[in-house]
């Protein structure tokens, strides 16, 4: 998840947590004014579950990795324990002796906020009337109308913080997938134009090469002549291929830090590139790209950074940036091991550092 998200996520978090805490605390001070012992027991279990169930499903809303079937069991049980609190909760400290605290209607409120998660428009609906007139009904059993109007009032406070915040929330959610969905369609796309450049340079030359086959083998006397023609084909369109490919394998070390800015910079890390006056060679500009690429993916994956450096030059590449923790690196990842090998192989060296959380990563080519 990236560092935008991530926060995003905690914010509407802890805006989420005022409606549990509605529904934890408030409830809790009636458990302490209720005398009878089994009213409060029973009341503090029903406020208990309802509680977990309910951090539960909000938790699983703004959490993109737990799935749908998931997040639909937690909203039923969600709904059972709502529908249970009303009995458990519902008498407790709700005589003059107790101070006649509004104990369920503070779970009512939180009910009211969390209805917009659940899902179908006929579910939260049917949620809310339910919540509604359960609060009517405990407020005309008490003679307290303080009942329904907490309910009410406190319920649409925490409707209108909680549903703004949970509506950025989807909408960044959905910002992010479209832009993953954007890179897959542009690597697709990609795919498929090479795919159609080798069809167009191949496809003329093998169907020339399949009728003169043809040819020698119906006419074995003409059979020496085509296949010096066949000989001459296969090595043109052999030529093209390779040119083709030599092409697709040109290196714009420009456009791929400039792409890497960009993914840092929609991730909240702040960039900032150096690169020569004068486009590289483009065997330098083929070794130091992968050296960018995998210390980009190493900002995100493995830091909580705020800003990031790239210095390119003419022999090497230094990457610098903060947020690093001291954890040690993955056993399973090669990704460093990797571009170490390769660089070694022609010469180059790669050493990292880590001082005061600030992670530093220098590629040098010989």
Known sequence: MHVRLRRARLATLATLSMAVLSSLVLPGIGVFREPDPVRAVLGATGT???AAAQTALLYATVTPDISRNIQHRL?????????????LVGPLAATAE????????????????????????SVVVATVAATLA?????AWWHGDIGYFTI???????????????LWLWTLLVEADEGRKAQVKLAAAEERLRFARDVHDLLGHDLSVIALKAELAERDPGRAAEEAADLRRLAAAALSDLRRAVHG????DL??????????LRSSGVRCTATLPAQDLPQDVAARLAPVVREAGTNVLRHSKATWCTIEVGPDGVTVANDGAT?????????????????????????????????????????
Not at 134 to 138: D, F, H, P, Q, V
Not at 360 to 366: I, P
Request: net charge neutral; proline share 3%; charged share 15%.
């Open 48 to 50: 208990l579950l309802f």
């Open 151 to 165: 309910t009410v009032a406190v319920g649409l406070c925490l409707v209108a913080a909680s549903g703004l915040h």
């Open 98 to 121: 107790a101070g006649r605290w509004e104990s369920w209607a503070w779970i009512g409120a939180s009910i009211l906020a969390t209805a917009p998660v659940l899902g179908r428009r």
């Open 326 to 366: 001291e954890r040690p690196a993955d056993p399973h990842s090669s990704g460093l091991r990797g571009l170490a090998d390769r660089l070694a192989e022609s010469g180059g060296t790669l050493h990292t550092r880590l001082d005061g959380g600030v992670f530093t990563l220098e590629a040098t080519l010989r």
């Open 248 to 251: 697709y394998r040109e290196v």
């Open 134 to 138: 359960a609060a009517a009904l405990l």
């Open 75 to 87: 909203a039923q049980a969600f709904g059972v324990t709502a529908l249970a609190s009303v009995p």
């Open 254 to 263: 420009r456009a791929q830090i400039t792409a890497i800015e960009q993914v």
